[in-house]
């Protein structure tokens, strides 16, 4: 599925979409494609133009991710995409114990003739949800890129 923000200049995202997903909410600003899936699941793709470099980009990004949550966790592991920078980010987001929402993320950092963007594909659903395991390698596995 074609994913784009309609910013002139921007890339543009094609991503696999699993089984059970169907498009949500339309797109606005910098998310590019919202995904409604089973048990709860949901997937966006953001693209963002920034103009940090690759680690600092990251870093607000991680930030930002788990901002706004009292309980949290964030592992992150490097995942770079066809020689772009990346990272994959996994982790919990509660505002109590024992309940909140598993997420697993993939960024890439991607430079263009029109700047720099961060591009995310997230993926979020309830604590525990089966259906995580399942739907991570096809919407955060490797995607491609249109320059604008």
Known sequence: MTASTGAPGSPTVVVAVPDGFSPGAPPSGDVALNLAGPDGLTGT????????????????YADARTAGHEFNSVSILPDELCGYSGQKLMGVLADKPGSGSDYVDRIVHVWTNNG????????????????????????LGDFGIRMG
């Open 45 to 60: 793709v953001k693209i963002t133009p920034t103009p940090q470099d690759a680690a600092a980009a990251f870093q607000g």
């Open 116 to 139: 720099d963007y961060l591009i995310a594909l997230q993926l979020q659903g309830p604590a525990g949800s089966k259906g995580l395991d399942a739907a991570k390698p096809v919407l």
